[in-house]
């Protein structure tokens, strides 16, 4: 039972994380924030979000941008689910590379 609360509470984060990448990024052309999974403590009180971000040379700049201002996307989170959890965790942003590992393999199973 707990594993069913807790996939549907990252499933949430995911959705709502996903959602404030995109109005983030709206503004800036040609750069591209997909949350591809978030995993959460037992006790909610850590959440491990994996970015996807595009284009991926730029990755670490703006995975640095999104640390530094992870206390007011926490906050952004919060006015989000207020009503749906009553603790928000803290967060954690680690890039998904992911699709890098899948590209290389197919260029070097092509080769």
């Given at each position: 039972m707990e594993n069913v609360r807790l996939s549907k509470i990252e499933r949430l984060l995911?959705?709502?994380?996903?959602?404030?990448?995109?109005r983030q990024t709206?503004?800036?052309?040609g750069i591209l924030v997909s949350v591809?999974?978030?995993r959460v403590s037992a006790d909610l009180s850590i959440a491990r979000a994996y970015l996807s971000i595009f284009?991926?040379?730029?990755?670490d700049?703006?995975?640095k941008s999104i640390r530094q201002n992870a206390r007011t996307i926490r906050y952004e989170l919060?006015?989000?689910v207020r009503m749906q959890l009553r603790k928000i965790p803290e967060l954690s942003f680690f890039i998904d590379d992911s699709l890098d590992y899948?590209?290389?393999i197919n260029k070097l199973l092509n080769n």
């Open positions: 995911q959705k709502e994380l996903s959602e404030i990448f995109r709206q503004l800036s052309h591809t999974t978030v284009p991926s040379e730029k990755g700049e703006i995975l919060g006015q989000q899948i590209d290389n």
